[in-house]
């Protein structure tokens, strides 16, 4: 189509402003593009031109076709979206935005579920209909001058046509745009057994048509003794589908083709009925095959009636009946509804609302196998606007509940990811971890293994039932766990520290006892209380003990107050050795310091490194600085069996929150009750609300440690608590 026959059709059916409105919008899509041309060598605007052409075809309102006609203009020429908005308004200035944005999504071919969350996202993002109207004739156009780009271009793009367009126009019940994606699609894609269809086809066409007049013949005259205008025609299958049962249900051409289909437009719902009665009672009707879709329309709205008979030649014959509004449906499906009639504007905000929120019902519910009962229910569900399609950086679409946080994102990708997270930029930029996402927002999650895990606040700001879950087994399992680990190891140092080995104290006798002098139901829940500090290592060890020490003071004649008091000079000399509180295995008189990067404290595992000149320093044995360090630099080192109740190590931490009145002071004052020295602290917020406290604060042992940061994460409004390496 020429601009004048685009212009020309469009006058048809608008008024002559409205068309001098088109006009004006093609003029300035033809300056715009001026010098631009197409790989084929035509001028630019022949695309725009043609897309317009389209949607005038499906009867579009004025601001979608002169939209079709701009809406390569922001993204390719110097002409901004304002300019537009100015000189054609604010409805075409959106609707070209929109086109605009939907251009700039990337798909990568992958699994089905990634193509249905594009397709979701696609119409999430999209707002209006009726940017995917103009989109989705782009891509026809784009498809039908496929031919001028180079062949692996051709294959991505009817790739991405098969995935996301065709199965879209399908939804929106647009068959006429569908069968033309699929089959050009196809064309690019599969060329031998396209051509080798379009051959059979062609083969088969005179012996089809001439059965086809035939039944038409018989038909003519009956419906017109009883006074039904009716059309009558053939029906072409179309290639796509034809191909697609080869492949799926793995059938021969002929097993499919023979199959005789037409198709009977009358003007009434009334004849619709008629014919039918007449066609049974010309024809026998093949049992099940029958179907009221006048009665029951599928989700995308389209009715008609379906039958199969036992045709003049005994083939079966397929047979479709349907009113010419119905059949309008069919082949323009949603762009029908919205096909411009005057004195009725689009703009219209709540006919739109209805209009969007059944699009999006049809969207989430309708599939190739829906049925009347399933569209029902469709009816009564409205999920799909509850939800936003974000990306990761690599391009993978989650979809997630409307007011998710990054939390969410996190834990959609993985556990760990969500309870090792400790901030998350979206769009490139740091933001809060309850930060709303956005539908097309690009979220990337910051972890850190030194990350102290979820806190109580991730319960609140997150939306998905899927993080909360994953956030309170964390509470449960992965804080139990742990200490369960540190509980056993207390105790284990608690008897080696009195002398004795796990081997004589941990005894079934001796666990009974002492499970039941503190009613813990297993071994399990014992070390999980010593790991809690809810009970001290030294409690449970003196209990198990008793027995052993009663025994040994009655072998050496002591009592057993002389037998506890015999062991406390000995530790006491291995105290004063070291200031550090580190040993190092099978030497004395080395020099020892404690790194300033990562800041170890007793109970961390740890290693030493020997320095040049300094002697040895002692790192956490997870500190990156010494992972690169030759295994011949590296000594074996430990803490010293009893920790020095007098040393104190310092430990710099960093906090995160949200940035309300009196965090800071909630900080310091959690911190002060744990009875635990401040040596630095600063603070800072972005304007995000994005709080960071850094402090320095004085430590015994990582129990001291992990008991500073529990209370910091009781308190409101804390994100996370970080242990620093430098
Ligand atoms: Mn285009």
Redesign the pocket.
């Known amino acids: 189509m020429t601009s004048e026959q685009v212009l020309e059709k469009a006058a048809e059916y608008l008024s002559a402003d409205d068309t001098a409105f088109l006009r004006e919008a093609y003029e300035l899509a033809r300056y715009a593009h001026r010098e631009q041309y197409r790989r084929s060598g035509e001028p630019y605007i022949w695309?725009?031109v043609q897309?317009a052409g389209i949607l005038v075809d499906l009867g579009m309102d004025p601001d979608t076709v002169a939209a079709a006609f701009l809406?390569?203009v922001v993204e390719d020429t110097d002409i901004g979206l304002e300019e537009i908005e100015q000189k054609f308004g604010e409805q075409v200035a959106m609707l070209v935005d929109g086109v605009t944005k939907l251009?700039k999504i990337k798909y990568k071919s992958k699994e089905e579920q990634q193509a249905e969350n594009h397709r979701k996202m696609f119409v999430a993002m999209a707002k209006d209909i009726r940017v995917i109207l103009i989109k989705l004739a782009?891509r026809l156009?784009?498809m039908r001058t496929l031919k001028h780009l180079p062949p692996e271009k051709q294959r991505r793009i009817s790739n991405e046509t098969l995935e996301i367009f065709a199965p879209l126009a399908h939804r929106l019940g647009i068959s006429k745009i569908k069968w033309e994606l699929e089959d050009t699609s196809l064309r690019y894609l599969n060329p031998q057994q396209y051509y080798r269809i379009v051959n059979l086809m062609k083969k088969k066409r005179v012996e089809r048509e001439s059965y086809i007049e035939e039944v038409q013949e018989l038909l003519k005259d009956r419906l017109a003794g009883m006074q039904i205008e009716a059309d009558i025609h053939g029906r072409a299958k179309h290639i796509y589908s034809i191909y697609r049962k080869m492949v799926l249900q793995n059938k021969q051409f002929n097993e499919i083709y023979d199959l005789l289909a037409i198709r009977i437009v009358v003007k009434s719902i009334k004849d619709c009925y008629a014919v039918l009665g007449t066609i049974h009672t010309q024809w026998k009707p093949m049992p099940g095959r029958f179907k009221d879709y006048i009665a029951m329309p599928k989700a995308n709205m389209y009715q008609s009636l379906h039958t199969t008979v036992i045709g003049p030649k005994g083939d079966p014959l397929e047979v479709q009946i349907r009113s010419e509004d119905m059949h309008k449906v069919a082949e323009f499906g949603v762009a029908a509804h919205w096909a411009y009639k005057e004195g009725k504007t689009v703009d219209d905000a709540e006919s739109l609302e209805t209009k969007m929120s059944w699009f999006r019902e049809i969207l989430e519910w309708q599939n190739n196998t829906s049925d009347a009962q399933e569209f029902m229910e469709s009816l009564k569900i409205d999920l799909f606007s509850d939800m936003v399609f974000v990306f990761s950086p690599k391009g993978d679409v989650m979809e997630l509940p409307k007011g998710s946080v990054p939390l969410d994102f996190a834990y959609r990708i993985h556990t760990e990811v969500g309870n090792r997270c400790i901030g998350a930029k979206v769009n490139g930029k740091m933001v809060p971890l309850d930060h709303q996402l956005k539908t097309g927002d690009i979220v990337e999650i910051l972890t850190s293994k030194h990350s102290y895990g979820p806190s109580q606040d991730w319960l609140k700001i997150t939306q998905s039932s899927h993080a909360k879950n994953k956030i309170r087994q964390w509470f449960k399992k992965e804080k139990r766990d742990e200490n369960v680990e540190k509980g056993r190891d207390l105790i284990e140092k608690e008897i080696e520290k009195k002398g004795f080995t796990t081997k004589q104290v941990l005894t079934t006798d001796n666990l009974a006892r002492v499970m039941d002098k503190f009613s813990f139901t297993t071994e399990e829940d014992m070390y999980a209380a010593v790991g809690y500090h809810g009970i001290t290592a030294a409690q449970v060890v003196t209990r198990l003990t008793d027995t052993l020490r009663q025994e040994e003071a009655a072998a050496e004649g002591k009592t057993l107050t002389e037998a506890v008091g015999d062991l406390k000079p000995n530790q006491r000399t291995v105290q004063k050795k070291d200031k550090t509180g580190v040993k190092v295995k099978g030497i004395d008189n080395l020099m020892i310091r404690l790194s300033r990067c990562c800041n170890p404290v007793p109970g961390d595992s740890i290693v030493g490194y020997i320095t040049k000149g300094r002697g040895v320093s002692i790192h956490r044995a997870d500190c990156p600085n010494i992972q690169q360090e030759e295994d011949a630099r590296l000594l074996e080192v430990d803490w010293e069996q009893q920790p020095n109740q007098s040393k104190n190590y310092d430990v710099d931490i960093e906090i995160s929150g949200y940035d309300r009145r009196s965090l800071l002071n909630d900080v310091l004052q959690a911190v002060a009750e744990t009875k635990t020295n401040i040596h630095a602290v600063t603070g800072k917020a972005d304007k995000n609300k994005m709080a960071r406290i850094d402090m320095t604060v004085s430590i015994q042992h990582t129990a001291h440690l992990q008991k500073v940061v529990d209370r910091i994460k009781q308190i409101p409004d804390i994100y996370t608590v970080r242990r620093v390496m430098h």
């Open positions: 695309h725009p897309v809406h390569d251009g782009d156009h784009n």
